[in-house]
């Protein structure tokens, strides 16, 4: 038995096989291989010796040689071969065909279709690269060199305008893209010379530190200090308070390349530090300037109006009173609900809390979904007066973005647990609901739908990006 296998080991062996691949074809280590040849005289090849050991019989050396001049890699010779790239580069060489450099090669190399990515807004290195099937540095080329600039002359915009739009009135690019109704880069690369290149950022930085400017606090910005080697937008040091801006398309987990634990990770490293973080998006300073002001105010201790709980009257609130008192002062705007209880100061509204079905966790009777005060008003003792009253146990969340949920804490509600962090689909700069997106309902909402991908893969195909946010906290408050 060991003289059969011993003459197996040396036929695959002389037949051209590594040590290790005689070893599979046996069922051995190649230890073992290494001893059998040395016991019955058998020469060992050098490293150099093996590569002209095997030869190139096995592929079509003429076809290599032309796909290779026309144009095709060596990478991706080996891949249709099936074979390594230094038995490629052994073919080509033993034909005496010049070997292109590595500038040759990236000349060589061949563009992505830019028209797709204009009309998609897909302008990630990976993305480059996973859907046009290049390497890292051609989607770096594409997205840095002069051919992007011609390529967004699609965009059917007077760059004279956009100019004088950016430059002399002041408009970044993030509100130019909401008005022209396109992705950042391709107006970045329009811009050019005159493109400032932190004005996406700035532009909403300078915004907010204007508002904080005016309530006359003392605040340090863009430090680096505080949560090395991370940065804080705004930070508050005699308050212990740091506010985040986080431009939407800066911070997806494609363009941006801030993965799923990003912000998480950012709000711990302040929490180690008892630091409270609030983050918001641009989206929600564009859309809500007041609200995130007010909460803002409010975080800092600085509401302008405050009223308690003894002087309001509770009431019950009309669905439709209910519903725009939330999309006014909330930051998430309205949430479908079951029945509102309000709390009036004057006869005005002055906060508001939903309750319904639980959605998601059965073992309360209700859930909270949304309780917010009037904006620039604190109402004391508000909370707990409103769900006094409500026959049973009650669960809600918090978003972590926004805060710690101190105000259930304060009420009796038990922490019970965290949910993973979530996400929100982006395109041009526009956040929305992944509930809309699950997979079952793609194929009516995009215009292209692979089955066999997944949510996520079909998604990125048609230019959308997501964000992370913090997960949630979870609270609940038995009857």
């Known amino acids: 038995m060991t003289i059969d296998r011993d003459k197996l080991i040396i036929e695959h062996y002389q037949s051209g096989l590594s040590l290790v691949a005689t070893g599979k074809k046996v069922g051995v280590g190649g230890t073992t291989v290494t001893r059998v040849l040395k016991k019955h005289g058998v020469d060992l090849r050098t490293m150099k010796g093996a590569w002209k050991n095997r030869g190139t019989n096995d592929i079509d050396a003429q076809k290599v040689i032309a ?16 074979v390594s790239r230094n038995k490629i580069s052994l073919c080509l060489t033993e034909a005496g065909v010049e070997l292109r450099t590595l500038a040759e090669q990236r000349n060589n190399r061949p563009l992505v279709n830019v028209d797709h990515l204009l009309l998609n807004g897909d302008y990630s290195i990976k993305s480059i690269m996973k859907t046009h099937n290049v390497g890292k540095s051609t989607a770096v080329r594409f997205r840095d060199e002069s051919e992007v600039t011609t390529h967004a002359g699609h965009l059917d915009i007077d760059t004279d305008v956009l100019i004088d739009q950016h430059v002399n009135q002041g408009i970044n690019v993030y509100a130019l893209s909401r008005i022209y109704n396109c992705d950042c880069v391709p107006l970045i690369k329009r811009l050019g010379a005159h493109y400032t290149p932190d004005t996406n950022k700035s532009g909403l930085n300078d915004a907010v530190g204007e508002f904080l400017q005016s309530l006359n606090v003392a605040f340090i910005e863009n430090t680096r200090k505080i949560i090395a080697p991370l940065e804080l937008d705004f930070y508050f040091p005699g308050k212990k308070i740091a506010i985040e801006m986080n431009g939407i398309y800066w911070h997806t987990e494609v363009s941006g390349r801030k993965n799923r634990t990003y912000h998480l990770n950012k709000l711990k490293l302040c929490q180690a530090q008892n630091i409270d973080l609030v983050s918001f998006t641009d989206e929600d300073w564009y859309a809500n300037p007041e609200i995130c002001k007010s909460m803002i105010r409010h975080r800092l201790g600085l509401s302008e109006t405050s009223v308690y709980a003894r002087s309001c009257k509770r009431v019950t609130v009309d669905n439709t009173v209910g519903k725009k008192f939330f999309i006014d002062n909330h930051i998430s705007g309205h949430a479908r609900a079951a029945f509102y209880i309000g709390l009036e100061y004057k006869d005005e509204l002055v906060a508001c809390v939903s309750l319904g079905t639980p959605r998601f966790d059965k073992s309360a009777d209700y859930e909270l979904i949304r309780f917010a005060t009037k904006t620039n008003t604190v109402v004391v003792g508000g909370f707990s007066k409103m769900l006094k009253g409500v026959d049973g146990s009650v669960m809600t969340f918090s ?63 048609n230019g959308y990006d997501r964000i992370w946010d913090c997960g949630h906290l979870k609270w609940i408050k038995d009857s």
């Open 399 to 461: 978003d972590k973005m926004y805060g710690t949920g101190g105000v259930y804490a304060k009420a009796g509600f038990k922490w019970i647990g965290s949910t993973p962090c979530g996400y929100r689909y982006t395109k041009q700069n526009k956040t929305y609901n992944r509930m809309q997106f699950q997979k079952h309902k793609l194929p009516q909402k995009l215009k292209t739908f692979n089955p066999d991908l997944t949510e996520w893969k079909n998604m990125q195909l």
């Open 67 to 82: 796909e290779y001049k026309a144009g095709e890699s060596i990478l991706k010779l080996s891949k249709q071969y099936d």
